[in-house]
């Protein structure tokens, strides 16, 4: 069984910057797609940025592209959202999500529906 636990969510001014953890307890991790997305009230959740098992592909939403970056470090089970330039439209609970159907595949999943598993979520809050 995977759980995900993500952390480093708070709340900032517009701007500033946070980098968001997600800790995956599952054994395949290290060979899984991994993803972050965000729902903001009152709205559908969104795709924010993926990366392929390896962190040789990456692909971002067009709302965060040029102020995101998702990385992994597979000796710790861990991915990372670092988050630049955050505005107040990023306000959301973010989740990370691992993909287990395509182990150690090139194809990094763009949809919340290719998504195996979810964590509970991390609450990012930009002031303006």
């Not at 949809?111 to 964590?119: K, L, M, P, R, V």
Request: net charge negative; with cysteine.
């Amino acid at each position: 069984q995977v759980q995900l636990v993500e952390s480093g969510g708070g709340l900032v001014q517009a701007g500033a910057s946070l980098r968001l953890s997600c800790v995956a307890s599952g054994r395949t991790f290290r060979r899984d797609a991994m993803g972050w997305f965000r729902q903001a009230p009152g709205k559908e959740r969104e795709f924010v940025a993926t990366i392929t098992w390896s962190g040789r592909r990456t692909y971002y939403g067009d709302s965060v592209k040029g102020r995101f970056t998702i990385s992994r470090d597979n000796a710790k089970n861990t991915v990372y959202l670092q988050m630049n330039s955050l505005e107040p439209e990023d306000t959301a609970v973010y989740y990370c999500a691992e993909d287990t159907s395509l182990p150690n595949s090139d194809y990094a999943p763009i949809t919340e529906h290719e998504y195996d598993y979810w964590g509970q979520g991390t609450q990012v809050t930009v002031s303006s």
